[in-house]
């Protein structure tokens, strides 16, 4: 049997990204940090003195009335971080 969208009888499943990124993330959402995309290296390495490494969970809070910043617990404390900054992140969710 074969389908009828030109593939042949051969169809492909597409792998479609789970990995959110940081601006798609909503209140109560929990994701840990896998790695980091390309991006600009002085804002990693900031985020990476604040503790977002790989491996830590992150849970946000709460969002600003506008949607940015977003606020999450990450270790011991809140942080407030700006989606488009912070999509530097490779996200998992847990």
Avoid: H
């Avoid at 959402?29 to 830590?56: F, P, W």
Wanted: glycine share 10%; net charge positive.
């Amino acid at each position: 049997m074969s389908c009828n969208c030109g593939c042949g009888g051969k169809s492909q499943v597409k792998k479609w990204s789970t990995e959110p990124k940081f601006s798609e993330l909503k209140k109560g959402d929990k994701v840990e940090i896998v790695g980091y995309n390309e991006g600009d290296s002085a804002y990693k390495s900031k985020l990476l003195s604040m503790g977002l490494v790989r491996g830590v969970q992150i849970e946000v809070l709460q969002a600003a009335p506008l949607g940015d910043p977003i606020e999450v617990a990450v270790l011991s404390y809140r942080l407030s971080l700006r989606k488009e900054e912070a999509n530097v992140l490779k996200l998992r969710r847990v």
